[in-house]
């Protein structure tokens, strides 16, 4: 099977990126008949999948990581295709207690269990970033660097993190992103991120994804596939008397663009073939898609799939005229 289509979606908070992974979710569920998981580093994160029934109807699988005492250990193990249980595992398998999560075959995925998941969706880089700097910082030693300061008031500590546990938590991302969760054997894996502010290697002021600090701000989209920010976007129409007027609406963006104020450009891209990209900005000439409470970026591979469906068919009808 090859690599999933992995999707990142980044933005300020509230412009929609839950909604978004809600819209894919059933997107993927009414294309493909396969059902899903979700990884939470904040309880809120499953609000529209419990809002609609997809948990109680066992569409999606939510798991909330955000109270995890082994948080590495658990990042780790979700990336390899681990999931926690609450029943026998299999035919005549051992009875596990509720929320039993270890690396042992109990919580392996089998391959039976495969076939019928499709996509995972995880929120997101930031919280999970994070999640495992607090663990860090939790740790008595400092996990191999000395805290930056310690301070300690009735039984309570609190501890700074030095550059190296940061790098630490990069190199981590890294390896769960690219080496863990896009080798799953799945259609899609969907990420979420707020936006943060970093630097290039020439020192330059970047926007993009926020992961552990802001050292990889600009490398992380280039771990995706696809990678689209969330923003607001000013059109002009028309009111009911024909006048014209400003209005404000929420876009996704699949190309690179500017900050209204301050110049530097949020970086997003699509994967596709060259031969159907006119047909893609013939679709969305603005380089953006238009987010509603109906259609989102569902809207978007929905078209995507017609457009590359429609340029099969060419192909062929060009082979059956040779």
């Given at each position: 099977?090859?690599?999933?289509?992995?999707?990142?979606?980044?933005?300020?908070?509230?412009?929609?990126?839950?909604?978004?992974?809600?819209?894919?979710?059933?997107?993927?569920?009414?294309?493909?008949?396969?059902?899903?998981?979700?990884?939470?580093?904040?309880?809120?994160?499953?609000?529209?999948?419990?809002?609609?029934?997809?948990?109680?109807?066992?569409?999606?699988?939510?798991?909330?990581?955000?109270?995890?005492?082994?948080?590495?250990?658990?990042?780790?193990?979700?990336?390899?295709?681990?999931?926690?249980?609450?029943?026998?595992?299999?035919?005549?398998?051992?009875?596990?207690?509720?929320?039993?999560?270890?690396?042992?075959?109990?919580?392996?995925?089998?391959?039976?269990?495969?076939?019928?998941?499709?996509?995972?969706?995880?929120?997101?880089?930031?919280?999970?970033?994070?999640?495992?700097?607090?663990?860090?910082?939790?740790?008595?030693?400092?996990?191999?660097?000395?805290?930056?300061?310690?301070?300690?008031?009735?039984?309570?500590?609190?501890?700074?993190?030095?550059?190296?546990?940061?790098?630490?938590?990069?190199?981590?991302?890294?390896?769960?992103?690219?080496?863990?969760?896009?080798?799953?054997?799945?259609?899609?894996i969907i990420w979420t991120a707020l936006t943060g502010k970093g630097e290039d290697k020439k020192k330059n002021s970047v926007y993009g994804p926020q992961g552990a600090g802001s050292a990889n701000t600009y490398i992380i989209p280039s771990w995706?596939?696809?990678?689209?920010?969330?923003?607001?976007?000013?059109?002009?129409?028309?009111?009911?008397?024909?006048?014209?007027?400003?209005?404000?609406?929420?876009?996704?963006?699949?190309?690179?663009?500017?900050?209204?104020?301050?110049?530097?450009?949020?970086?997003?891209?699509?994967?596709?073939?060259?031969?159907?990209?006119?047909?893609?900005?013939?679709?969305?000439?603005?380089?953006?898609?238009?987010?509603?409470?109906?259609?989102?970026?569902?809207?978007?591979?929905?078209?995507?799939?017609?457009?590359?469906?429609?340029?099969?068919?060419?192909?062929?009808?060009?082979?059956?005229?040779?």
């Amino acid at each position: 099977m090859s690599k999933p289509h992995s999707i990142l979606i980044y933005a300020d908070s509230g412009d929609t990126k839950t909604t978004q992974t809600y819209f894919l979710a059933k997107y993927i569920y009414e294309k493909y008949g396969l059902k899903g998981r979700i990884i939470g580093s904040n309880a809120s994160d499953s609000a529209p999948f419990e809002q609609s029934g997809l948990i109680e109807k066992g569409v999606v699988d939510f798991f909330d990581i955000s109270n995890r005492e082994t948080a590495l250990g658990d990042v780790r193990k979700l990336s390899e295709g681990y999931w926690p249980r609450d029943a026998t595992q299999g035919k005549g398998g051992p009875k596990v207690e509720k929320g039993y999560f270890k690396k042992d075959d109990n919580c392996l995925t089998t391959v039976a269990q495969w076939k019928d998941i499709g996509f995972y969706i995880i929120e997101g880089i930031t919280g999970i970033s994070s999640l495992l700097l607090n663990h860090i910082r939790s740790q008595e030693e400092g996990v191999g660097f000395k805290h930056s300061y310690k301070y300690e008031e009735e039984g309570y500590v609190i501890g700074g993190l030095q550059e190296g546990h940061y790098g630490l938590v990069q190199q981590e991302l890294y390896k769960v992103i690219v080496q863990g969760f896009a080798c799953l054997p799945v259609k899609f894996i969907i990420w979420t991120a707020l936006t943060g502010k970093g630097e290039d290697k020439k020192k330059n002021s970047v926007y993009g994804p926020q992961g552990a600090g802001s050292a990889n701000t600009y490398i992380i989209p280039s771990w995706f596939m696809d990678c689209w920010h969330l923003g607001n976007e000013k059109i002009v129409g028309k009111n009911a008397k024909g006048e014209e007027v400003e209005a404000e609406i929420k876009v996704g963006w699949f190309t690179r663009h500017p900050d209204k104020d301050t110049g530097i450009e949020y970086p997003a891209k699509i994967r596709a073939m060259p031969e159907i990209l006119p047909e893609v900005y013939k679709a969305f000439p603005k380089g953006y898609v238009r987010l509603g409470y109906k259609v989102g970026l569902d809207g978007f591979y929905k078209e995507m799939d017609k457009i590359v469906e429609g340029y099969h068919k060419e192909q062929e009808k060009g082979e059956i005229e040779k």
